[in-house]
């Protein structure tokens, strides 16, 4: 999965921050995530959820509301009609930029306001909701405590998620002010609703209650002992692989090879590369990445090239090692800078290599220490940067032992 950095602006023209989650290769459809209540865009399970549907293909927006994470705007102004408008902003930015979504989902009241969204979001063919709420106003039961001073001063402080917020009366009479029932029997596009049966925040009512209210076609996906938050790896992983391959079902036949996910090994590295270039996904430790080749040797430049992740591997490598013994020396290191550049030079240009001839591998590491340190202190720094344990394997005897996976 590569994640690009977006921005975009809603209709009050304020500045939205966003994470846009890509496929290897074209993307098959373009997805669009809404968060749950005073949540972000980097919440894990939307993170887990978004990597499963671009390993089917399936591009995915996922943005911050107003007023949360890195977007601009009060939060105490916004209402829930403001989150519909942010996301039907979002769909026109996505239309304008790349295309604009097939699929809408969301979590806990995001997939409320998706629902909401949705008949303004033509391009739409599916919805899904995730331990969503079946009216907007039950979100009101979160600050219900505070229900009274709202209505006497007009706004209130409230704790949400450990959390302090300061919300206004006229978000509560916003919450009361939709029919969401009339909305979802209406919706014409295929939804799915999925829920934990013991879901302590939003209960399983609700999901009764939404695919109730809707039409054909319609599916139900039980998340068994998930929490609301998805905070257990596994459910939100497993809620990610059930969306990507039931929306898959309302789109059309991929354009291309299908580019399955890949497989993790423990302990190691996964990498798979299409044959229409060097473009390569690339799974290690459970994190997902691209790695390409610049363009001047026929690659895109979608990613980092081999070589350069060997090189980020030595300086990781090095920072690390640093900090681990200034820790343990007690040395005033505030941080450690290491760049790394990777070249190939002659042998014979090289008086401290012991190979006769041709050339060689040469990495030219540099250093910055910041912080109060001596000079003896700086000079053992630059002597452990050696003991490096990638900087070991590379000065080693080194074996790779190749096999064939059987069919």
Not at 49 to 68: H, N, P, Q, Y
Not at 96 to 113: K, V, Y
Not at 153 to 180: M, N, S, T, W
Not at 220 to 248: I, M, N, Q
Request: with cysteine; glycine share 8%.
């Amino acid at each position: 999965m590569q994640s690009k950095n977006v921005e975009f602006s809603n209709s009050a023209g304020e500045t939205l921050a966003g994470i846009l989650d890509l496929p290897v290769g074209k993307p098959r459809a373009f997805a669009l995530f809404a968060h749950c209540f005073t949540c972000s865009k980097n919440l894990k399970a939307a993170t887990n959820i978004s990597r499963s549907m671009t390993a089917a293909g399936i591009a995915v927006l996922r943005f911050d509301f107003t007023g949360l994470g890195q977007s601009d705007g009060a939060f105490e102004d916004t209402t829930f009609s403001s989150n519909v408008d942010d996301l039907i902003s979002a769909a026109r930015w996505l239309g304008r930029e790349h295309r604009a979504p097939e699929i809408l989902f969301g979590h806990s009241l995001g997939g409320t306001a998706v629902l909401q969204a949705a008949p303004s979001i033509s391009s739409a063919v599916a919805v899904a909701t995730i331990g969503s709420p079946s009216d907007p106003a039950h979100v009101s039961n979160m600050f219900k405590e505070s229900a009274a001073e709202l209505r006497e001063k007009g706004v209130a402080d409230v704790q949400l998620g450990g959390r302090p917020f300061r919300i206004k009366e006229r978000f509560l009479d916003d919450l009361f002010a939709h029919d969401l029932n009339n909305t979802i029997s209406g919706l014409r596009k295929a939804l799915l609703v999925m829920h934990a049966p013991l879901d302590a925040i939003v209960e399983v009512e609700n999901a009764s209650q939404l695919f109730m209210a809707a039409k054909h076609p319609k599916s139900f996906v039980s998340l068994d002992k998930a929490d609301h938050l998805l905070s257990r790896e596994e459910d939100s992983r497993y809620a990610g692989r059930v969306l990507a391959s039931w929306a898959t079902r309302y789109l059309p036949e991929a354009d291309g090879p299908v580019v399955t996910p890949l497989e993790t090994i423990e302990d190691g590295v996964v990498a798979r590369t299409l044959i229409d270039g060097f473009r390569t996904n690339v799974v290690a430790g459970g994190h997902s990445f691209l790695a390409d080749e610049p363009l001047g040797v026929g690659g895109t430049d979608a990613g980092p090239s081999p070589y350069e992740l060997l090189s980020a591997a030595l300086a990781t490598c090095t920072t690390m090692t640093l900090k681990m013994y200034a820790s343990l020396k007690k040395i005033d290191l505030r941080s450690v800078t290491v760049a790394v550049r990777h070249g190939k030079v002659h042998a014979k240009d090289c008086a401290d290599c012991e190979s006769p001839g041709g050339k060689i591998d040469e990495f030219q590491r540099t250093l910055t220490l910041d912080g109060e340190l001596t000079e003896k202190q700086r000079q053992r720094m630059l002597e452990i940067a050696d003991r490096c344990p990638v900087h070991k394997t590379l000065h080693g005897e080194i074996k790779v032992r190749t096999t064939l996976k059987g069919l």
